[in-house]
């Protein structure tokens, strides 16, 4: 079974940066390769970024591109997600996932989702 917790989520001015963490509760944890994705209401959940096992491929959504960075500490089963220059829009629940990693192509697994952390960006 494996449980995946994020936190680091709040509330952030416009400008502000704030770093999202999720917590693997599984020994494979650096085996797989892992995502953040997001929902604001009334959206779709959307893909935000990923990572692959070993941190040497990244990939990010065009929206965040350039001031989201994505790692992974797999000595600790935790990955990150640094969010600088927040816009309004970066306002949603944000969702860490397990999933498999093709070049820079990220697959979900519907399975392996944590429960969100809310992020709230006031204009």
């Known amino acids: 079974q494996v449980q995946l917790v994020e936190s680091g989520g709040g509330l952030v001015q416009a400008g502000g940066s704030l770093q999202l963490s999720c917590t693997a509760s599984?020994?494979?944890?650096?085996?797989?390769?892992m995502g953040w994705f997001r929902q604001a209401p009334g959206k779709e959940r959307e893909f935000v970024a990923a990572i692959s096992w070993n941190g040497a491929v990244t990939s990010y959504s065009d929206s965040v591109k350039d001031r989201f960075t994505i790692s992974r500490d797999n000595a600790k089963n935790m990955l990150y997600l640094q969010m600088n220059s927040l816009k309004f829009e970066d306002t949603a629940v944000y969702y860490c996932n397990r999933g498999t990693m093709n070049r820079y192509t990220y697959r979900p697994n519907d399975n392996y989702w944590g429960q969100g952390t809310q992020v709230t960006v006031s204009s």
């Open positions: 599984v020994r494979t944890f650096s085996s797989f390769a």
